[in-house]
């Protein structure tokens, strides 16, 4: 080492790329993420720090990501808040993975930003990351500004201790002249020149190997990184629970329940009350609008076969969540029961809602 390397040290590009899809055995690989079509979800797929251990010191990772779209923010960490449930030793034993860091949110077009920052927490320190972000595990785009911020100002405290270093930090927007497609973007904190892209790989289990191929790769383990999971979802399968949509539940099993209206008198109630619940799957911010045709069109199939099981009398088999299915009345109508995307197929194409008197 020279004199004038005591005072000087150049820069050094670190790594930060996108793997491409043929090294990644993961389904759904490359896919284009277009406005309005499907969600996006940001994940972390995993997390690693080299040295557990510094001197006397045990360090454990943290990851603090941001991601912003269409006016949106969300702040989430994933780290020791998420894991003290097991105590505050031992954590280097502690795995996270594919761990959710927003969505799924709508793409609606224009820019997404994604920043992570990957940070070394010293053991001594964990208690203040439990106190501090404890609160913080799953937070969605959408997020009510006065949480995010209560988010973010506890993750500042934490990793404006002076023993908090950041490993690996990555600011990167996906714009219209940058499409987003699904698949890994991998950081890691080393030299990027130093760095073999055509050893690296994503086993099936969302881990970093490294080697010639995938049957021969063995874990990464020379430097710090983070591999970030973008994921294409076509449907959601929270959407009966989303505000403004789960009230319709209530008032459709009202209708159905009713034991004293004929099955015309609900037939009526239903297709008065149709047009509002089209409407708001519509207008619902949460939603794609293929995915908001689906739900209709399989809310809609699952009502009118249960007006026909009144009409003849016949039992009608709920689709159970956790069992086996099992005859019961058709006025017990419930959206758990409706079937998912996948149960039902693909819509047809050019299929719109129905906004009117469907039954």
Do not use: C
Not at 334 to 347: E, H, K, N, T, W
């Amino acid at each position: 080492m020279s004199i004038r390397d005591i005072f000087v040290r150049r820069a050094t590009h670190l790594y930060w790329e996108r793997l491409p899809a043929d090294h990644a055995e993961w389904p759904g690989v490359d896919a284009p993420i277009e406005p309005d079509t499907a969600y996006v979800v940001v994940r972390l797929s995993e997390m690693y720090l080299r040295d557990a251990r510094v001197l006397w010191r045990k360090t454990y990772p943290m990851l603090h990501a941001s991601v912003t779209h269409a006016g949106s923010e969300s702040h989430t960490v994933a780290g020791p808040a998420q894991l003290r449930t097991f105590g505050d030793t031992n954590l280097d034993r502690a795995v996270t993975l594919n761990y959710v860091l927003a969505g799924p949110t709508p793409m609606r077009g224009g820019d997404l930003t994604v920043m992570v920052g990957l940070y070394a927490v010293p053991g001594e320190d964990t208690a203040a990351a439990f106190i501090s972000v404890a609160t913080v595990s799953g937070l969605a785009l959408g997020t009510i500004p006065a949480l995010v911020t209560a988010v973010r100002t506890g993750v500042e405290r934490v990793i404006g201790l002076d023993t908090v270093a950041l490993q690996l930090g990555v600011l990167d927007t996906f714009s219209p002249g940058k499409p987003l497609r699904s698949g890994f973007l991998v950081g890691i904190a080393a030299d990027a020149s130093t760095v073999r892209s055509d050893r690296l790989w994503i086993d099936k289990g969302g881990h970093l190997i490294a080697g010639n191929d995938p049957p021969t790769a063995k874990r990464y383990v020379d430097h710090d990184y983070l591999v970030i999971d973008i994921e294409r979802r076509e449907a959601r399968d929270d959407w009966a629970s989303l505000p403004e949509i789960d009230r319709y539940n209530t008032q459709f099993r009202t209708i159905m329940a009713d034991t004293v209206a004929s099955v015309e008198q609900k037939r009526s109630k239903l297709n008065e009350l149709w047009p509002h619940f089209t409407q708001a799957l519509h207008d619902h911010p949460a939603l794609v609008r293929p995915d908001a045709q689906g739900i209709a069109r399989r809310v809609g199939d699952d009502l009118t076969d249960r007006l026909k099981a009144l009409a003849s009398g016949d039992r009608f088999e709920l689709r159970s969540v956790g069992r086996a299915p099992e005859l019961a009345p058709p006025g017990a109508f419930d959206f758990i029961y409706v079937p998912s995307s996948r149960d039902a197929g693909p819509l047809p194409d050019g299929a719109r809602p129905l906004s009117a008197a469907p039954f």
